[in-house]
């Protein structure tokens, strides 16, 4: 069942924010920040993210930072898209080095895994009826064919297994770059 989530019912991203800025501007994690990012809301959904409705909210918008709690389990996983999403019948893939995946344990910011892509002719992958995924299998969120992190073409795999997993809940920001005064 699809269910778009209440303004105060999406998972907060607050504490990750200030991490996920210092990875795109390519900063260690003990590094000053320079600039931070506005993280905006684009769709947030509990359980399954269907396609369509991925690129009919978040087509043509870049930069972006998916996350994703993976349901029963303490698991954050998520990606970074310099580029704008793309659609259509036929599957490709889209080229950038900037993307990145990661994920987080336990509640636990400490507790991560940055994985920046290797294979830029593979950084992300379009079709319409996936939503975000990059890689050919690194993170792939799919309604019909399975949620799956599968490392193939980032430096390293985010999750401890192959398995399968399933949604509890799929959010999708927009950036916008603040500039540190």
């Known amino acids: 069942m699809l269910e778009i989530l209440e303004d105060d019912e999406y ?3 607050t504490i990750e924010v200030e991490l996920i800025s210092k990875w795109i501007d390519k900063l260690e994690t003990t590094d000053k920040i320079a600039a931070s990012y506005d993280f905006n809301l ?12 991925f690129h009919e909210v978040c087509g043509d918008k870049f930069p972006t930072v998916s996350i994703i ?28 080095r900037e ?10 910011i400490s507790n991560h895994i940055l994985s920046r892509v290797m294979n830029e002719q ?11 995924t990059f890689g050919y299998s690194d993170l ?3 309604q019909n064919y399975g949620n799956k992190c599968i490392m193939s073409d980032y430096e390293k795999p985010i999750r401890e297994t192959k398995d399968r997993f399933d949604i509890e809940v799929c ?3 927009l950036l916008t770059k603040i500039d540190a005064d």
Request: aromatic share 16%; hydrophobic share 30%; no cysteine.
């Open 11 to 13: 998972y907060d991203i």
């Open 171 to 173: 959010e999708i920001f």
């Open 140 to 142: 792939t969120i799919s």
């Open 42 to 53: 684009l769709i947030s959904l509990r359980g399954r993210l269907p396609g369509h409705l």
């Open 99 to 108: 993307s990145f995946i990661f994920s987080f344990k336990d509640n636990d």
């Open 122 to 132: 593979r950084a992300t992958y379009n079709r319409n009826d996936y939503g975000p």
């Open 69 to 96: 709690k993976v349901k029963g389990s303490d698991e954050i996983l998520g990606g970074y898209n310099p580029i704008a999403w793309s659609s259509g019948i036929f599957s490709s893939y889209d080229r950038t």
